[in-house]
Nanobody, 127 residues
Framework: EVQLQASGGGLVQAGGSLTLSCKVS????????IGWFRQAPGKDREGISC????????YIAESVKGRSAISSDNTKNTVFLRMNNLKPEDTAVYYC????????????????????WGKGTLVTVSS
């Protein structure tokens, strides 16, 4: 059974940084992808990043590009999302999600592609 556990959320001041972690278990090989999504109050869920664990290929959405980075530590089965220069509009519940068998074109940041979801972690950015 695939399980994902996101952690690392909290309250941070604008301009600050945060690293979210997604602990992954249950995939039977390293051919899987993990995505990070967020949902702010009253807004749709937004895919902001993904990583193909087997080859390290990544995607970063324009909304966070230049101040975010996704990485994985395969020895710890953990995917990280580092976010810098946080803004109040980054306030949201952040979720990690995953699916197996990544295409040759790389990971997909779309929620409909994800098969497994973890519970969210709340990030609040104060102005």
């Amino acid at each position: 059974e695939v399980q994902l556990q996101a952690s690392g959320g909290g309250l941070v001041q604008a301009g600050g940084s945060l690293t979210l972690s997604c602990k992954v278990s249950g995939f039977t090989s390293d051919d899987y992808a993990i995505g990070w999504f967020r949902q702010a109050p009253g807004k749709d869920r937004e895919g902001i990043s993904c990583i193909s664990v087997s080859d390290g290929g990544t995607y970063i959405a324009e909304s966070v590009k230049g101040r975010s980075a996704i990485s994985s530590d395969n020895t710890k089965n953990t995917v990280f999302l580092r976010m810098n220069n946080l803004k109040p509009e980054d306030t949201a519940v952040y979720y990690c999600a995953g699916y197996a068998t990544v295409s040759e074109y790389g990971c997909s940041p779309y929620w409909g592609t994800m098969r497994y979801w973890g519970k969210g972690t709340l990030v609040t950015v104060s102005s």
